[in-house]
């Protein structure tokens, strides 16, 4: 079950219950100040923050010092870790290959 709890906009109290609805927008009052408002929908900001994983992953910081520094679970991470990765093109190599690298180290003296 998930559980998510809405925050006053006002005083940020736990205290909130519904208060009928506008437009098809769900209203909330909160009882501890009397604040009435809209509940904010979660999806614009989980979007954002998937955007800051999105490019703290570009910048190939890793995924724990990511975890720590947004708050998104580390699978989440991951996951969109992976969609990265096949978005994006491969790194170019920066050595060369190990068949490559043989030629000259199998070089005897009197060839130089
Ligand atoms: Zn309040």
Redesign the pocket.
């Known amino acids: 079950m998930i559980v998510t709890t809405q925050l ?1 906009g ?2 940020a ?1 736990e205290q909130v219950r519904k208060n009928g609805s506008s437009n098809g927008r769900a209203k909330y009052q ?1 009882t ?4 009435q408002g809209y509940l904010r929908p979660a999806g614009p900001e989980r979007a954002a923050r998937y955007a800051q994983v999105e490019k703290l992953l570009v910048e190939r910081n890793s995924q724990r010092s990511i975890v720590r520094a947004t708050g998104v679970s580390r699978m989440t991470v991951a996951k969109l870790a992976k969609k990265t990765q096949a978005a994006s093109p491969p790194l170019p190599r920066l050595r060369p290959k190990k068949a490559q690298r043989r030629t000259w180290e199998a070089l005897e003296l009197d060839e130089m």
Do not use: I
Request: proline fraction near 0%.
């Open positions: 006053c006002r005083c109290s909160c501890a100040c009397g604040y």
